[in-house]
């Protein structure tokens, strides 16, 4: 089987981050993956498009969101990338930190890259300031007894 | 589709000073907000000392939840309270888990 390649943009609005999951979980189906994982790869995703709403356009601005990912049937893996056109990151390793979050007052806790580190298999960021974010994740959906 | 339905409190019981309180649908960032004003309003009254929440039926947590808890619980422990979990999905255990929830919030059946 060959690779399949899905990208699609939107609208960096609250209402596209429940889209951006129903979007993964279904292009995911085609590997069979359990509810677990369907769930792991939601989160995961759900935690970077967060990001891009409420980090990368900050006091209302409104920019685009992509979300792309990449089924490698030979592999069992899906990879995924979320990216934005945003304020992006002056410091990669300190947002990464568990309980880093420059949002204390909006009741942010600083743990969306701590999720998306444990969901999938990898996380790879890279961000230029006054640039962008780019989010690439990766993880092993094959070996596994498919429950539907 | 009932799968994707954003999370809002259902079915709430007072007794004593004790607020018990049902979750249901997703909670993420764009649901968070309304969640949060129903639980404050919820445990407005200084005399609510303990917050249950019943997980049961939430479909979808991510680290917005997070931030709902702890904003909550910051709230009732100025006054000496506390808050209870229960009937959580294996993801959001995870995630409870993975950011220190457990030390500040307790899990009750
Ligand atoms: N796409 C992005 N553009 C700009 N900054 C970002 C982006 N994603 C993350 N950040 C920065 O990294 C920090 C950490 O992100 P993380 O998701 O771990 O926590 P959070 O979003 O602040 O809180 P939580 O996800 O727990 O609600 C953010 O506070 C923000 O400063
Ligand atoms: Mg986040």
Known sequence: MESNV???QFDSRPENESFARVVIAA????LNPTLETVTDVKTAVSEAVTNAVVH???RGGKGTITLAAELLPGEQTIRIEVSDEGVGIPDIDQAMEPLFTTQPEMERSGMGFAVMQGFMDSLAVTSEVGKGTRVVMTKKVGGE???N | MNEQRYATAGKATV?????????EGELDHCSADRVR???DALIADQHVKRLVIDLNGLSFMDSSGIGVIIGRYRTLSRRNGSIAVRGLSPQVDRIFQMSGL??????CR
Do not use: H, N
Request: proline share 6%; no cysteine; charged share 20%.
């Open chain 1, 145 to 147: 007894t498919p429950e």
């Open chain 2, 37 to 39: 004003a129903s639980l």
């Open chain 1, 56 to 58: 990368a356009y900050p």
């Open chain 2, 102 to 107: 457990y030390q500040i919030v307790e899990k």
């Open chain 1, 6 to 8: 899905m990208r699609l």
């Open chain 1, 27 to 30: 292009f995911l189906v085609q």
């Open chain 2, 15 to 23: 007794t004593r000073d004790t607020v018990t309180v049902q979750l």
